[in-house]
C-alpha cells in the first residue's frame, strides 16, 4: 500500500497539469479562430457570412461566438 502512494501522488500532478495544459490549449485555440474570423471580416469589406437580414450593429462579441462555435473541429 505504501509503494502505491507515490504512484497515485504523481498521476494526480499529471491529471491536474494536463487539464490545464488543455485549457491553455483550448483558449489559444479559439483566440487564433476569432483573429482569423476578425481578418476575414476586414478582408471581405465588413461582409460577415451572416444574413442580410440581421442588423449590422448587433454586438461583434456575440458574432465572433457564434463563428467559433459554428466552426469548431470534432
Known sequence: MLAALPTLTVSAI???WNVCHRER???ARLLR???AYMLWVAAHDGETGFDDD?????DLERRLTTFTF????H
Open 70 to 73: 459554428l466552426h469548431r473541429p
Open 25 to 27: 490549449q483550448r483558449r
Open 54 to 58: 440581421e442588423s449590422t450593429s448587433q
Open 33 to 35: 479562430q476569432r483573429v
Open 14 to 16: 499529471f491529471l491536474a
